[in-house]
C-alpha cells in the first residue's frame, strides 16, 4: 500500500472517531410523553416538583427517561460515565442535616434539573443535550424528576 493510501485511511479513520465523539450527545430525538393520567399543572413553570412521591408520575417518568434519557445517561440512571449520573443530582441535599437547607438544596435541584430539560446543553455550539421544551410537558418532565428521586444514590 502506499504512503499516501496510508494517510488516507488514517485520515478517514480519525475524522470518523471524531464524528462518533462529537455526536454522542445531543443526537436523540425527543419523544413525546402521555401524562394524562397526572393532574394538569398548567402553563405556569413550577418552581419545585410538584409530583415527589406520587406513584403514577414515577411510573411515567420512568418511561419517559427510557425513551428520552437513558441513551446518555444510562439504564434506570446508572451513567456508563458518557453523560453526568443523575443518580447523584442532589446528592449534597440529602446528606444536609438541617432539614430546612435541605429543603432549600432540593429545590435549587429541581430548578436546575427544569432548566436543563427545557433549555438542553450546550457548549462552544456543541449539543450535548437537546432542549426538551416544547416535546415534553411540564408534567412529563416533573415525572421524570419524580422518577429520578427513587434512583437516588446517596453515599
Known amino acids: 500500500m502506499k504512503a499516501s493510501s496510508i494517510r488516507t485511511a488514517a485520515l478517514l479513520l480519525a475524522l470518523s472517531f471524531q464524528a462518533s465523539v462529537v455526536f454522542a450527545h445531543g443526537d436523540v430525538t425527543p419523544q413525546a410523553v402521555d401524562t394524562k393520567s397526572l393532574p394538569q399543572l398548567g402553563e405556569q413553570w413550577r418552581d419545585e416538583n410538584p409530583f415527589r412521591g406520587n406513584d403514577e408520575a414515577v411510573r411515567i417518568g420512568g418511561s419517559a427517561y427510557t425513551q428520552n434519557c437513558a441513551r446518555c445517561h444510562g439504564i434506570e440512571a446508572v451513567s456508563g460515565g458518557i453523560a453526568p449520573d443523575l443518580r447523584k443530582l442532589d446528592k449534597d441535599c440529602m446528606n444536609q442535616k438541617i432539614e430546612t437547607k435541605k429543603q432549600a438544596c432540593i429545590k435549587d435541584v429541581d430548578q436546575y434539573f427544569l432548566t436543563s430539560a427545557r433549555r438542553g446543553k450546550?457548549?462552544?455550539?456543541?449539543?450535548?443535550?437537546?432542549?426538551?421544551?416544547?416535546?415534553?410537558?411540564?408534567e412529563a418532565m416533573w415525572s421524570i424528576r419524580a422518577y429520578l428521586d427513587t434512583r437516588r444514590e446517596v453515599k
Open 122 to 138: 450546550v457548549r462552544n455550539g456543541a449539543v450535548y443535550m437537546p432542549p426538551f421544551e416544547g416535546t415534553l410537558s411540564q
